[in-house]
């Protein structure tokens, strides 16, 4: 129930492509969910978050696309650029009660040659 | 210094020392959190303080002890670990007040390799 499942484990592309990374889960109560960027040496960084009352988010060259029906949600990456290289962790938070715990990904190593 | 901190950045132990990790945060934060971070893996949840309380632990076997001696401080007690304990050790803190998603700012973590 507190699982998380990200897909691709490792994802190469070339500049300019649209890497997409799939996240799927099944607690129902889960209703906030982020992603993370994590740089190599550095700790895991917010990049951007939706809640499952809307089905986009963009941030920049960042989108979250969710399906609450589907209990999916993907990130994109827009005109991916090398530095973008990094590993990327989708989580979920169970918001009822007290919950604070974040329900990570395994992640996905994301690579982008120039 | 700004953020969340952590020190030392790497440790290299034998199963019968006793080390111990400390994280810092700067950010007016007033809970904190431990993570354990291992190659292809979730972030697994170790400890969370709130107000320097223990507020969850999930299940960390006993090597492991946390302290939190004021809100801006947290330490991880290291004592005759196992092998499988190397990993990367992240500390964050968050906003338990206001902010109604508590976004959690991670410090860079301490590689722990137990020989």
């Known amino acids: 129930q507190q699982q998380v499942k990200q897909s691709p484990q490792s994802l190469i592309v070339q500049k300019g492509g649209i890497p997409i990374i799939n996240c799927a889960y099944e607690?129902?109560?889960?209703?906030?969910f982020p992603w993370y960027q994590q740089f190599p040496g550095k700790g895991p960084a917010l990049l951007i978050a939706?809640?499952?009352?809307?089905s986009e988010k963009k941030e920049g060259r960042f989108t979250i696309s969710f399906n609450k029906s589907a209990k999916q949600f993907s990130l994109h990456i827009m005109d991916s650029q090398p530095g973008d290289s990094a590993t990327y962790f989708c989580?979920?938070?169970?918001?009822?009660?007290?919950?604070?715990?974040?329900?990570f990904g395994s992640g996905t190593q994301l690579t982008v040659l120039p | 210094e700004t953020g969340v901190t952590q020190t030392p950045r790497h440790l290299v132990m034998g199963m019968t020392n006793k080390k111990s990790l400390k994280c810092e945060q700067h950010?007016?934060?007033?809970?904190m959190y431990w993570y354990k971070q291992s190659a292809k893996k979730p972030l697994e949840l170790m400890f969370v303080?709130?107000?320097?309380?223990?507020?969850e632990n999930n299940s960390v076997p006993s090597r492991f002890s946390p302290e939190c001696p004021n809100s801006s401080h947290l330490f991880l007690h290291l004592h005759t670990l196992q092998p499988e304990d190397s990993a990367l050790y992240l500390c964050?803190?968050?906003?338990?007040?206001?902010?109604?998603?508590?976004?959690?700012?991670f410090g860079p973590g301490t590689r722990l390799t137990v020989l």
């Open positions: 964050a803190s968050s906003q338990e007040r206001g902010g109604l998603y508590n976004e959690q700012f």
């Open positions: 607690n129902t109560a889960f209703d906030y």
């Open positions: 939706i809640r499952p009352d809307v």
């Open positions: 989580a979920a938070r169970d918001l009822s009660g007290s919950a604070r715990q974040l329900t």
């Open positions: 950010l007016g934060h007033n809970a």
């Open positions: 303080y709130s107000l320097e309380e223990r507020v």
